[in-house]
Antibody
Framework: QVQLQESGPGLVKPSQTLSLTCTVSGGSMTSDNFYWTWIRQRPGKGLEYIGY???????YSNPSLKSRLEISIDTSKNQFFLNLNSVTAADTAIYYC???????????????WGQGILVTVSS | DIQMTQSPSSLSASVGDRVTITCRAS??????LGWYQQKPGEAPKRLIFAASSLQSGVPSRFSGSGSGTEFTLTISSLQPEDFATYYCLQHHSYLTFGGGTKVELK
């Protein structure tokens, strides 16, 4: 059973960079059949796609966040990362990591999710 | 970008009721759609993938249908544990979530 776990600071100051790690266990990240995804949920709101990355390096980002966003993967540690810079209070949310795929002839949507981590942007 | 319009945004129902939730895509997405259930304080859980395939372990009272632009999630007989918020997710072109449907007790 694949498990994902988010980690990182729960409080970030405005204008700084929000950095989160997702650690994957119970499965390898070396296959390029899966995409590794970040999603967030602002307080009391719905789910918002942030971006995702394949092991090959192909990365796709929400256009509204693309200019501030970096997603990277370290397969040697079975981890992937989110960096979101120049944060404001509007970036306060629960951040989830999730696995999508497998992708072959067809591609499948997110199956395994982390439990989520609340990140508050405040001075 | 593909937009997903989910309706209703909320509904009130009783145990045993049949519940239907709809997602409409702004353009055709074949059957590249999943349905998710989220309970308070928990991560979303996948119920349906490929528009109509039931995730292993999910009760058979849940079903999905549709293709192209119109999709439906049906709960045939609502159970107490089904009161939650439901989201659709298209993965045909990048990812887009529907706005969510909160199912509440009448």
């Amino acid at each position: 059973q694949v498990q994902l776990q988010e980690s990182g600071p729960g409080l970030v100051k405005p204008s700084q960079t929000l950095s989160l790690t997702c650690t994957v266990s119970g499965g390898s990240m070396t296959s390029d059949n899966f995409y590794w995804t970040w999603i967030r949920q602002r307080p009391g709101k719905g789910l918002e796609y942030i971006g995702y990355r394949f092991n090959s390096g192909d990365t796709y980002s929400n256009p509204s966040l693309k200019s501030r966003l970096e997603i990277s993967i370290d397969t040697s540690k079975n981890q992937f990362f989110l960096n979101l810079n120049s944060v404001t209070a509007a970036d306060t949310a629960i951040y989830y990591c999730a696995r999508g795929g497998p992708c072959g002839r067809d591609c499948y949507p997110l199956d395994f999710w982390g439990q989520g981590i609340l990140v508050t942007v405040s001075s | 970008d593909i937009q997903m319009t989910q309706s209703p945004s909320s509904l009130s129902a009783s145990v045993g009721d049949r519940v239907t939730i709809t997602c409409r895509a702004s353009q055709g997405i074949r059957n590249d759609l999943g349905w998710y259930q989220q309970k308070p304080g928990e991560a979303p859980k996948r119920l349906i993938f490929a528009a109509s395939s039931l995730q292993s372990g999910v009760p058979s009272r849940f079903s999905g249908s549709g293709s192209g632009t119109e999709f439906t999630l049906t709960i045939s007989s609502l159970q107490p544990e089904d009161f939650a918020t439901y989201y659709c997710l298209q993965h045909h072109s990048y990812l887009t979530f529907g706005g969510g449907t909160k199912v509440e007790l009448k």
